[in-house]
Every structure is written in C-alpha cells, then in structure tokens.
C-alpha cells in the first residue's frame, strides 16, 4: 500500500503539527505501507495560473514546470493521502491550499452526476484512495477545526476519495510543554501510532483512538493562563535583547 504525506506546516517537523503526523506515519509504515512525505516549505510550487492548459491543450499536465511536475504522479498512485496542517485562521495553510489548487489535472474538464451532485470525472490512472486529515490548533476548543474538516470533506468528494477521518489535536502547544515536564500525555502519541496501524490494516480508525489523540489535556482557563504567560515571555525576551 503506497501512502503520500503532506506536511504544511512551516515549522516541518518542529512544530506542533508533526508530534501527531510523526506517530501516525510510524504505525503506518509498521503496519506495511510505503510512505513518503513532502513538505510544501521544501518544495516549489506555483500558484494556478487558471489557464485550463491541463484540460484543454495538454490533457492532464499542466503547463508549469515546478514541483507539481514530481508530485501528481505521487499522488495519483497513492492508495492513501494525508494532509496535515496547523490551523491557519480558520483554514489550511496558504502552501497546502496552493497544492491543492494545482491537482485539477487529475480529473477531466467535463461534468458528471456523481450521488446526484455535479462533479469533475476522475482520471483512469488516478487510483480510488482514502484522504486522512491530520491538523493542531493553538486555541482549546475543537470546533476551531470544523471549517477546516468541511474543506477537506469537500475536496474527498470532488476527487472521489473517501473521508478517513481526522486526527486532531486542539490546544495544540500545551502538548510539547506537558512532554518537557514529564506529564503523561505518552497516551496521545500512542493513540496516534494505533491509528496509523488501524488505517493500513483495518482500512479504518477506531473513534477511541481518534478521541484519544484530542483529549482534553488541561482545563480552559489553565490554557489561557498558559498561553498568555508564555506571549508575555516571549515579549520581555524581546525587549531584553
């Protein structure tokens, strides 16, 4: 099973994002998949210049020369995408959008009914798959991910894929400070890693893992108060330098 990782955070694999994503590809990979990952800082793709020269002139291959070039052969033999990003006001991350914008040539230009909804034919070599969502917020509630979720959702089903899941992480920084004072949150990584695992092989994830992974960690006002301390550090090293 050929699996391809998307990694949109800016902050690679230093930022609150990968503690979930890292876990998560480690018990895919020991549960048999193939993964490979890519980071949208590391790579050089254009924005869609809106042309249609991949429907029109040069079926299935857009015109551009960049990274996309590499890319959409990767993911149209990927029996599995994951997509992870920190929440950016509200949404992805500017680079993930612009990714996303550029897969057009994967399906054809004309329309058919699909479930009774309008929608773009798939092409023949792009492979049926499932797309997982990986995402952290930095404030507590988990609704901060629902506008993001209806996104991907609605990109699932414009590209025939179907919708995994969706590993979340809510009061995302408090994670690696909780690691750094020996709290146990070791449950959280765990659950990821089991997930993972449960993907490849049951083709599915449990709702105990997925809960898991967004637990509570501290209460709303204890986050707030956690925060706040930490901007205030942060400004009163600036102003010391």
Not at 52 to 69: A, H, I, N, R, Y
Request: aromatic share 6%.
């Amino acid at each position: 099973m050929k699996a391809i990782a998307i990694n949109a955070s800016s902050r690679m694999d230093m930022g609150n994002t990968a503690t979930i994503l890292t876990p998560f590809l480690d018990g895919m990979r020991g549960a048999g998949a193939e993964v490979e990952v890519f980071y949208t800082k590391k790579l050089q793709i254009n924005p869609c210049q809106g042309d249609l020269v991949c429907w029109l002139k040069t079926p299935g291959k857009c015109s551009q020369k960049d990274d996309m070039e590499m890319l959409l052969p990767k993911l149209a033999e990927a029996e599995i995408w994951v997509f992870a990003t920190p929440v950016y006001v509200d949404g992805m991350s500017g680079p993930l959008k612009n990714l996303l914008d550029r897969i057009i040539p994967l399906v054809y230009p004309f329309v058919e009914l699909r479930d009774g909804h309008s929608r773009h034919p798939i092409r023949e070599d792009v492979k049926p798959g499932k797309l997982v969502l990986v995402s952290t917020c930095g404030l507590w509630e988990i609704d901060n991910f629902d506008p993001l979720i209806a996104h991907v959702k609605a990109v699932c089903r414009n590209v025939n894929m179907e919708f995994a899941g969706a590993l979340l992480r809510p009061h995302g920084p408090a994670l690696k400070s909780m690691v750094d004072k020996g709290e146990p949150v070791s449950d959280v990584f765990e659950a990821a890693r089991e997930a993972g695992h449960q993907l490849v092989r049951d083709g599915a994830m449990t709702s105990k893992s997925l809960a898991t992974i967004s637990r509570i960690l501290l209460s709303l006002d204890m986050y707030v108060q956690f925060r706040n301390q930490r901007a205030q550090q942060v400004l009163s090293a600036l102003d010391n330098e």
